[in-house]
């Protein structure tokens, strides 16, 4: 597996202090376009972009704006570009717990406790918890309480030694499926605290069971995708994950909001579940 530092490398970075330049040319390389392609895509010239690039030209406010739209630039980033640029901050950073994001709170919290009796949970861009349903209560029990202390973490929750991880039977590949979304989120997003956290849940030793093996048990079930196969209180679940984001979210804050939902991936995990959360 890539690991961050490789990956860090091979992504080229903007001088400090350079100006909105060096960034945008990072961008574009990152993204792996030329100059002609961005130009053609954002209604400019190749020359153009090239002396933005270069210093030679001040872009504006509005061409700042269109590079980092056709760039696939995050939120966040596209605030750092037009600070560079000259300009103030296009996207606001409201915190959730603001008045103007009350129907935003309302709405996550129905879709995850309609999600039920399946695991839904709501995590920011270091993966910490901002709201989860019972599901994922259920599947949290019997981890200590030094790990559940706020923040809740999802990825120190699931990776560490006494969190979930002695319970994934097949936490290999479940642990090298996170660790790579986790590395894919550090090449776009450029965060020390997100690849700091990463460090840390990459170092964590792998548990193993009694005969030295980690667990891989036999599949009867033609999974569609890679399943999380967790034990809970004698059995084991199978729970295939899907993420959901925002579309074109105008606010740092929402920008960075994923919905993670578990979809059950065979019959007794339905039924175990339906059970237990009525």
């Not at 700042?64 to 750092?80: I, K, M, S, T, Y």
């Amino acid at each position: 597996m890539t690991t961050v530092a490789t990956a860090a490398a091979a992504l080229p970075t903007a001088p400090a202090g350079q100006g909105v330049g060096p960034l945008l040319r990072a961008w574009r390389e990152r993204r792996r376009v030329s100059q002609l392609e961005l130009a053609l895509r954002a209604d400019s010239s190749a020359r153009h972009i090239s002396f933005i690039e270069t210093g030679r030209s001040r872009p504006s406010e509005e061409m700042v704006l269109r590079l980092a739209e056709h760039l696939d630039v995050p939120v966040r980033e596209r605030n750092a570009l037009l600070l560079a640029a000259g300009y103030a901050p296009h996207y606001p950073e409201t915190p959730l717990d603001a008045p103007a994001l009350g129907a935003l709170r309302e709405g996550l919290e129905r879709l995850i406790l309609g999600y039920e009796p399946y695991p839904a949970l709501v995590v920011d861009a270091r993966y910490d918890v901002v709201t989860a349903n019972r599901g994922i209560t259920m599947l949290l029990e019997g981890v200590p309480e030094t790990l559940l202390a706020p923040p809740l973490n999802a990825m120190r929750l699931t990776l560490h030694p006494e969190g979930l991880a002695p319970r994934i039977r097949n936490l290999r590949e479940w642990r090298g499926h996170l660790l790579a979304q986790m590395e894919r989120q550090i090449a776009l997003h450029r965060s020390p605290a997100l690849r700091e956290l990463y460090e840390e849940v990459a170092a964590y030793p792998v548990p193993e069971n009694d005969s030295g093996l980690p667990e891989e048990p036999a599949r009867d079930v033609p999974y569609f995708a890679l399943p999380m196969l967790i034990e809970h209180d004698g059995r084991t679940l199978s729970f295939v994950s899907s993420i959901s984001t925002f579309n074109t979210p105008m606010d740092v804050t929402v920008a960075e909001l994923a919905i993670e939902t578990f979809l059950p991936a065979d019959p007794a995990t339905v039924k175990y579940l339906r059970s237990m959360i009525p």
